[in-house]
């Protein structure tokens, strides 16, 4: 099994910044993608950013230019380092990633961190 366990939330101010981290405990697997998603109350949860293990990202059209995902490998960390917060991106973030181990390939998701951004 794959553990991911996200730190970094909390309430800040619109126009602040917040760091958000995820460590995975993925000994045996080889970890692909990383990404973070999150969801609004009452809202669908949506993908914010991917990261490949080579390092290619790719970002919700809504967060380009204000947030960066960026992943240690040699730690199986992820980051999203997110600046010019808006209301908007108030929810819970949830880190995902996909890990091989054998021939088998698996989703996994952390438990989630919340994010509040005040007006």
């Known amino acids: 099994q794959v553990q991911l366990v996200e730190s970094g939330g909390g309430l800040v101010q619109a126009g602040g910044s917040l760091r958000l981290s995820c460590a995975a405990s993925?000994?045996?697997?080889?970890?692909?993608?990383m990404s973070w998603y999150r969801q609004a109350p009452g809202k669908q949860r949506e993908l914010v950013a991917v990261?490949?293990?080579?390092?290619?990202?790719n970002y919700a059209d809504s967060v380009k230019g204000r947030f960066t995902i960026s992943r240690d490998n040699a730690r199986n960390t992820l980051y999203l380092q997110m600046n010019s917060l808006k209301p908007e991106d108030t929810g819970v973030y949830y880190c995902?990633?996909?890990?091989?181990?054998?021939?088998?390939?698996?989703?996994?998701w952390g438990q989630g961190t919340q994010v509040t951004v005040s007006s």
């Open positions: 993925a000994s045996g697997f080889a970890i692909n993608v």
């Open positions: 990261v490949t293990s080579g390092g290619s990202t």
């Open positions: 995902y990633c996909n890990a091989r181990r054998d021939l088998g390939l698996s989703d996994y």
